[in-house]
């Protein structure tokens, strides 16, 4: 069965937390009934061996497990951006844990205020027209010059969908039929968050947009993986791809690790791990 969940905190100052789970009774789930923060110098995840997704295939279903005691450490990459100046006043800022939270914050020393940092939302499509998809090849940085599904930061006062159709306009001056979500990518190391649209040309009309130097339809034989911006545009086509072979698109959520040191032109070197599919 499942004994604990720990993740633990880096030197950067992430507080983490001991997670302890009691035996469930028949046909229920897993209860907390503790956390409790811990401090330490290394990063981890302890998962059962059940629950980890395998890393030589990204496209295994993880499933819940309560027959497997053996565990596994997952090393975590995630970070803390310093910031220096509260955004209020602009009066120095200390960083330590706030009475009553659990993670180290940016404080302001002159008027007290805390600067929260949350992920960023990336929102896009998938464009499929004549069992080709729609990539356009980016004319800003970063990654300029390589190809790109159109995808891009979510508005205020716009909901996901909503924004996937308006970057699809802006980079690919394309109209476009929202079908259905296709991928939630999360990135920790960067703090965002891929939705990912499978979607309908209205029409067969597109150009490039200010921010593309081309558009084009791709066979799926013929997209340029040796040219993409992006890990989360390999993962996303990838898992379109293997889709596509066994008969249908599913949905897919999944956390893409950098690995450590990398660059993020790198962008193969990834695990995607938890992964799940429906």
Not at 178 to 192: N, R, T
Request: glycine share 6%; charged share 20%; aromatic share 8%.
């Amino acid at each position: 069965m499942l004994k604990a969940i720990q993740i633990v905190g880096s030197s950067s100052g992430f507080v983490s937390y001991r997670y302890r789970f009691r035996k469930p009774q028949p046909n229920s789930a897993f209860s907390l009934i503790s956390r409790k923060p811990i401090f330490t110098t290394s990063e981890t995840l302890l998962l059962p061996a059940s629950q980890l997704h395998c890393r030589n295939s990204c496209f295994r279903d993880i499933r819940m497990s309560s027959t497997h005691s053996s565990s596994v450490v997952i090393q975590s990459t995630g970070n803390i951006r310093k910031i220096n100046f509260c955004q209020f006043c602009g009066g120095p800022n200390k960083h330590e844990i706030p009475d009553g939270e659990e993670k180290v914050r940016a404080i302001c020393t002159r008027c007290g205020k805390i600067t929260y940092e949350n992920p960023k939302m990336v929102v896009g499509c998938l464009i499929e027209h004549d069992k080709k998809i729609l990539m356009c090849r980016r004319k800003i940085q970063p990654s300029s010059g390589l190809w790109t599904l159109p995808a891009g930061f979510m508005e205020i006062g716009e909901s996901a969908a909503e924004g996937a159709i308006r970057e699809t306009w802006e980079e690919a001056n394309a109209e476009v039929e929202v079908q259905s979500l296709f991928a939630q990518l999360d990135i920790p190391l960067i703090g965002q968050t891929y939705m990912i649209f499978l979607a309908k040309l209205k029409n067969p009309h597109f150009s490039p947009g200010p921010e593309s130097s081309e558009c084009q339809l791709f066979e799926l034989d013929d997209i340029p993986f040796d040219s993409l911006a992006f890990s989360s545009m390999l993962v996303t086509l990838n898992l379109y791809i293997e889709d596509i072979k066994v008969g249908r698109p599913k949905f897919h959520y999944g956390v893409i690790n950098k690995r450590p040191g990398t660059s993020p032109s790198e962008i193969r070197a990834y695990t995607l791990d938890f992964h799940k599919q429906s």
